[in-house]
DNA sequence: ATGTATCGTTGATTTGAATCAATGTCTGAT
DNA sequence: ATCAGACATTGATTCAAATCAACGATACAT
């Protein structure tokens, strides 16, 4: 999985789309190559029989997303469905003075998109290279539902999202600046590590700025309270990462 | 619909269970009085047949709840699932030291307790009169596997709620004590009006606390911002509610 | 290798909301 | 009618995080 920031330099199959910050790359225009697909555990496809895939993966296109890149924007149109393959993007919302508040990372398995309204509540773009199924939303919508078990695995997901919402209004709501930290760093180990990303070392691949706007701080209050860890010795702070070295200690400080 | 906080002296049917402030009142021992329901067009039930609304009513119970009743505690086991149909409810989330982030108010029409965990994630208790149909978790999740209509209402109900939970994050994490205020105000009004709820005076039957507690903010700070609107004669506060005397420019604040 | 732009850290100061404290108001019970 | 307790308002003070400001570090392009 790619989680450093660094540009796609050989693309998989195709050249990046004109414009490197909009669009992104379809790898391949007839459909997703789903039999080696790396999420197939994590996403609703592994609900579906050899025949329901068949006919499913017609439906879509694998996109891949340099950097930076937007997969869409608030207020667009909502005509596409996004399952993420690869790689780890933002979603945010900005209000009209320019304040962003990132409502979440996503991670390979999420879907983004999906919404009862005509357009996007909130934007998305990459953060690392990223790959992702793209499904025309009427399309999907029809497919699903005439497939019930895709329905209830999609419902079962955004349930799950609910539930992290939630949790991030009480951190958002009444937490500290160290307990927020605290709770995002081993909130996004665990994802990490759901996902099959394990590794001693916590790979931040989003901004300073990224944090603060996930965890509604300032650029500043993110770095003092990194340094105020790292300095206590709870954690390591390495290049693009950071090392827990008391994990029970961090786990207490985001308790519940 | 029941939105000031008095006590159900004459309860419709049977009398309140022992304690109060526990289980409610089950209203009709057979199941749901489905025909004359108050939120049929609201609530899932209108995508039903008759055929099945009358299979689907012998699953639940209509329960009565006094104010501050509890309907069920973070952590509890989830066995059931509850949609209400009259009143407003509270859904918190406590820290282990005791601070309070309420994660929403429910209104008639949503459904509570829905969770993929075996425990509920939060807790709900009444803050008017209010009533719910209550379903056996594992009878009503049988029932929507098996009637797909509902299942896609569900994921929309989900999906809505969803998107209001991101709304918030905004709000927590982004923005001033007078603009939270004015988004309340605003958004509860408008869900009320969606509801069926129209009335020139905005009905407040939650406490001062509960706000504070829902917008991350101080009972103190809460009611010194209610204060500054009403002297700048944006709004009126009145017994249990306020009315809105500029409303575009409470909408202004509001903004997004 | 060097310059440049972006990103991140650290320090000084300010500030919006929290906390501490007192008083006021409403409601239901007697 | 009076009282008690809960709830709400208002004022004084404090404080955690924001803002303002300067300086490092890093990465990429040439």
């Known amino acids: 999985m790619l989680l450093q920031p660094k540009k796609i330099k050989n693309p998989p199959v195709a050249p990046m789309a004109g414009n490197a910050n909009f669009g992104g790359c379809?790898?391949?225009p007839a459909g997703c190559v789903c039999e080696g697909c790396n999420i197939r555990p994590l996403s609703m496809c592994n609900v579906l029989t050899s025949d329901e895939m068949r006919h499913f993966r017609e439906l879509g296109h694998s996109v891949a997303y340099n950097p930076?890149?937007?997969?869409f924007v608030q207020d667009d149109p909502a005509d596409h469905i996004f399952n993420l393959t690869e790689g780890m993007v933002r979603l945010y919302k900005l209000l009209p003075d320019g304040r962003r508040q990132i409502v979440g990372f996503a991670l390979p398995g999420d879907f983004l998109g999906l919404a009862l309204e005509p357009s996007y509540s909130f934007s998305v773009d990459a953060v690392t290279g990223?790959?992702?199924?793209?499904f025309p939303r009427k399309i999907f919508e029809e497919y699903v539902d005439r497939t019930p078990v895709l329905m209830k695995r999609l419902h079962q997901s955004t349930t799950n999202e609910l539930m992290m919402?939630?949790?991030?209004?009480?951190?958002?709501?009444?937490?500290?600046?160290e307990e927020r930290i605290a709770a995002f760093l081993v909130g996004l180990r665990n994802r990490l590590y759901r996902v099959g990303y394990r590794s001693a070392t916590l790979a931040l691949p989003m901004s300073r700025?990224?944090?603060?706007?996930y965890l509604g701080l300032t650029i500043e209050t993110v770095s003092r309270t990194l340094t105020k860890l790292a300095r206590d010795k709870v954690i390591l702070i390495v290049p693009n990462g950071v090392r827990f070295l008391m994990t029970d200690k961090l786990e207490t400080m985001a308790a519940q």
Chains 1, 2 share one sequence.
């Open 165 to 177: 919402a939630r949790q991030q209004m009480v951190l958002l709501g009444r937490r500290t600046a």
């Open 130 to 134: 990223a790959v992702a199924c793209r």
């Open 68 to 71: 930076k890149a937007t997969l």
């Open 209 to 213: 700025q990224d944090i603060a706007d």
């Open 26 to 28: 379809i790898l391949d």
